[in-house]
């Protein structure tokens, strides 16, 4: 589990370092920095695939995602690096994001690439806080050292291009096992954001079924996710999350040719209703009870304002759901609906959960900061690894 969210440079964060627990519910103001520590998380998963440097790259680069203000109590200073980080309970991984050598192309011509920011700085370490007695692996520019299985180090000089991460690149289960334990875990982290529910939106179709125990990100395989959940997860939850939302209802899957289509059924209607006659929060809430009910739980799931779109009545089935959730799974909520946190705190000594709900703000500098924390003796110890 992670115990640590640490951020620096990015965007509004230009230092946040987060506790976190079992269950996370982030909230504050718009324009607070919610998202940006939605992305950063995102950014987190997208080393594990190696995929960090080209999300950046579609931000616009460094130049528009690294914080542009100034340090408290210091003169004008552009922020000139931007760093990722979480600990955990066995594990540790810090990132750290610099700009681009220039370089040339074909023929000499400065390379297209420029927004490609390199990854300057890459450390793992055992348990919550670096040191130099827990590095598991350490990377600086292209070279990189592994602690192989029987505890010795493995060098390698020229072993990494700087767009490169050693997540992806170098998880040998040889040279590098704990890498490799540590790249499976972060890849096996899940993220909705927004699933769509408009009239065109890819859940409203019959689609071909197969067993499905994660629910795609975009929602297509919703039927055949909650089918899925009936027979080989708790079909017994799933039915009182319906029950939970809409009383005395039921959720049906017909399969016609191997194309399978959810329907509604609901006191006093003489026929089933069809997904593609659900309203956008019913089929919000159904696609939330397919995320959440997984057969599968991930290592971390995190959602982003899952109450768009329901109405406030589903907030407590909501927030039921994701407790039930989080006896299997950690998990983050970025939300602003203070009903939904009201409904996770509320709830949680039922469920023997305790929330930890973080409020994020912004200071007179417009950095984002954590609620009623007085100083940095109030937050989780963190280092970061030097350049």
Known sequence: MLTTLAVENYRSLRRLIVPLGRLNVITGANGSGKSSLYR???????????????????????????????KRGAGKSPAASLRLGFAGDEFGYAVDFGHPVPTSGLGGAPSMFARDPEIKRECTWAGPVLRPSALLSDRSGPAVRTRTADGSWHQSVN?????????????????????????????????????????????????????????????????????????????????????????ASSVEITSEAGRFELWLRQPGLLRPLSVAELSDGTLRYLLWSAALLTPRPPALLVLNEPESSLHPDLLPPLADLILTAARDTQIVVVTHAPDLVDALTGAAPDHRLDVNAVTLVKDSLGQTDVAGRDSMLDEPLWHWPKR
Do not use: K, N
Request: net charge neutral; no cysteine.
């Open 159 to 247: 072993a990494l291009r700087p767009y490169d991460s050693m997540l992806g690149e170098l998880a040998d289960p040889r040279l590098a096992p704990d890498l490799l334990r540590l790249r499976e875990h972060m890849r096996s982290w899940r993220f909705y954001d927004h699933v769509r529910t408009d009239a065109q939106a890819p859940a409203r179709s019959a689609r071909t079924g197969t067993r499905t125990p994660v629910l795609g990100h975009d929602g297509a395989d919703l039927a055949a996710a909650l089918q899925t959940i009936r027979e080989t997860g708790d079909p017994g939850a799933l039915d009182a999350a319906v029950d939970a939302a809409f009383p």
């Open 40 to 70: 950063a998380l995102r950014l987190l998963a997208d080393s594990a695939r190696g995929g960090a440097v080209a999300a950046l790259a579609r931000e616009g680069g460094l130049p528009s995602t690294l914080w542009a203000g100034t």
